[in-house]
């Protein structure tokens, strides 16, 4: 399912009398609001994200999206909430997540979109189980059709309140998610303390909320949540003049000085009028007292029976609240004749403020901001605007096999072409970043180099070194200077992976070691390191996948994910078809030059036959 198809829903209309009768969303948890958490966790899942509160709607309003109070009085429950939630849904599916609810899954959507859609259901909801005990239902966790919308204010009519209670008669399925932690609510204020720990989080911590964890054999999936858990944003901010902000992360929002447009104005060149003036039986013939252009205010006040000539983005005159285009008249002297119904009053009108309202956001927190951006803030007259520093990152190869280019090539060695792929892929990042060459397969070259990169960089990237073998001893010093876990990933290419932060000398980084081959460093940086950096710079860019048809049948085994170089193009039908670029070895560094895409294959996926739709990610813009 298109996740624009679907609005999120953050459930707050609560008295929260069990936390002492404030809003629970608005409470500080781990530097932000639990809200805040929430709404971090769904939007990404959906296309858009409303909330339902009941109370300080003004304080809910600064999370830049609409707030709708219960219209069933009395706070009725989360029931209440939902069905205002459906009122105000401009899709065809609601996902709802209550606010106190800060460890919300991060595939929620997905996997409750996929049941709905399997099942042909009305909703679906999660479901955990623990062990021993009977499966626990979470109704509130819930993707509903809009359309049902009658169903649940009738049972709300009738005085139910059971949450569970309202389904009865439409078609609801049950999906089961094994991390119980995940619809964790936060009910008072002592939990809450006992949660709100501000230091970084340990591996150990994080991936306890994994039930089924297995660092050798970790699906994609999970290997992404413990990073995206984990990894934490850089915190300073600056200011740099507009043309110096291309690429760079908004560090807050920008707020309209202006109204845009700053005048009701004409949106096309014609004349301008009065619309009680017009006709729909007959036509209309006015007379002209004058013309004015755009950036122009005229100053004229047409009277009944008059209008005034103008040209597209022309101040509107007093009085006058349409404008009828130049080609649908006819001009003789200083009169025009309209015929009749031409136009309805109100057309072709544009109002102050149409585009953007003075106070309202521009562009937000958390935007990576690009060229249509720098002429949005130059029409509202913004000099400079605050934006995270640039992420740095260091980054070598390990192997005495590597040699860099300009060296000679001794026999059984090979040129270094990682640190090449892993410079371009960051330099596309927009980050600052440290080469540190060629690190020789020994320990104390090893841990000198991880110390200086922890103490001038904000994350490490490594090539080689973390996969089984007699001379790789990244893992021991890696595990050594810090919080450093190694993963075998069911994937393909790419499986070895290590992932944690080192410490040295009172600073820390992350650190992302990649395998050795070339095309899985690119696989592994691509899903894996790419959102963490994103992450740690403040923006939220998660890869952008495209459905294309398969031109030919492609080999799969179900129980890892795959990722396989290919060439997208047109079919004949005008549509996305996509074919993979033949031998699929991770050492194949040609291949993925040739490719403009890559063919992912999920792990729950089987073989592909010809004309199967599968997920693509798109080369350009990206590589």
Not at 20 to 49: C, I, W, Y
Not at 148 to 156: A, E, F, G
Not at 355 to 369: E, I, W
């Amino acid at each position: 399912m298109d996740k624009q198809l679907i609005t999120g829903l953050i459930l707050a209309g609560g008295r929260g009398s069990r936390m002492g009768n404030v809003d629970k969303g608005l409470q500080p948890f781990r530097g932000t609001t639990m809200a805040q958490h929430v709404l971090e966790r769904l939007a990404p899942q959906v296309g858009s994200v409303i909330i339902n509160a009941n109370r300080n709607l003004e304080s809910w309003r600064v999370f830049n999206v609409p707030v709708w109070p219960d219209e069933t009085p009395d706070f009725a429950g989360p029931l209440a909430g939902l069905e205002a939630g459906l009122r105000h849904c401009a899709t065809p599916w609601l996902l709802a997540a209550p606010c106190d609810s800060p460890f919300l899954p991060g595939d929620l959507a997905e996997r409750l979109a996929a049941a709905v859609e399997a099942e042909d259901a009305d909703l679906a909801f999660a479901v955990t189980r623990e062990p021993g005990m009977r499966p626990q239902p979470h109704p509130v966790f819930c993707l509903v059709k809009t359309s049902r919308l009658p169903q649940l204010s009738q049972y709300l009519r009738e005085g139910g309140r059971r949450v569970d209670g309202w389904y009865k008669d439409l078609k609801a399925v049950e999906v089961l998610f094994e991390d119980a932690d995940a619809f964790r609510n936060i009910n008072t204020l002592d939990e809450l303390k006992g949660l709100d720990n501000t230091l970084p989080p340990s591996l150990a911590s994080v991936v306890s909320c994994l039930s089924s964890y297995d660092p050798d054999a970790l699906p994609v999936r999970d290997a992404q949540r413990i990073i995206r858990e984990f990894v934490r944003p850089v915190r300073a901010v600056e200011k740099v003049a507009l043309r110096a902000a291309l690429g760079r992360v908004l560090a807050a929002d920008v707020i309209s000085p202006i109204n845009v447009p700053a005048h009701d104005n004409s949106a096309m060149d014609g004349f301008a009028l009065r619309g009680s003036d017009l006709r729909a039986d007959a036509p209309v013939t006015l007379r002209v007292i004058g013309t004015t252009f755009a950036g122009n205010a005229s100053g004229m006040v047409p009277a009944a029976g008059e209008c005034v000539r103008i040209m597209t983005g022309g101040v509107m005159p007093e009085g006058c609240d349409s404008v009828v285009p130049q080609e649908f008249v006819s001009q003789d002297g200083d009169t025009i004749t309209l015929p009749a119904g031409v136009i309805r009053p109100g057309d072709n009108r544009r109002f102050a403020g149409e585009d953007l309202k003075a106070g309202s956001p521009a562009l937000s927190k958390g935007r990576v901001v690009r060229p249509p951006d720098l002429g949005m803030l130059a029409s509202l007259g913004v000099p400079e605007v605050a934006v995270q520093r640039r992420l740095r990152v260091a980054f070598f190869s390990t192997g005495d096999e590597l040699r860099s280019v300009g060296e000679a090539l001794d026999e059984g060695c090979v040129y270094d072409s990682n640190r090449y792929t892993i410079y371009g892929m960051l330099r596309r990042l927009g980050c600052d970043i440290v080469d540190m060459g060629v690190v020789r397969d020994d320990p104390a070259a090893l841990e000198e180099a991880l110390r200086s990169a922890c103490e001038n960089a904000d994350a490490i990237i490594t090539s080689g070194g973390v996969s089984v073998g007699a001379a790789d001893y990244t893992k021991q010093i890696m595990a050594k200077l810090g919080d450093v876990t190694f993963w075998k990933i069911g994937m393909r290419p790419g499986r070895p992976l290590a992932f944690g932060r080192v410490d040295s000398n009172g600073r820390s980084a992350f650190l992302f070691g990649l395998p050795g081959n070339p095309v899985a460093v690119m696989v592994s940086f691509y899903f894996f390191a790419r959102e963490a950096l994103l992450r740690m710079m403040g923006a939220d860019a998660p890869l952008p996948l495209l459905r294309a048809r398969s031109s030919g049948a492609i080999r799969k085994k179900p129980g890892r994910t795959e990722y396989q170089r290919g060439i997208l193009t047109r079919g004949a039908d005008g549509e996305a078809e996509v074919r993979i670029t033949g031998s699929q070895g991770s050492g194949i560094l040609r291949s993925m030059s040739e490719a403009n895409c890559m063919v992912v294959l999920h792990d729950e996926q089987g073989n592909v036959t010809a004309g199967d739709l599968v997920d693509v990610l798109v080369f350009e813009g990206l590589m």
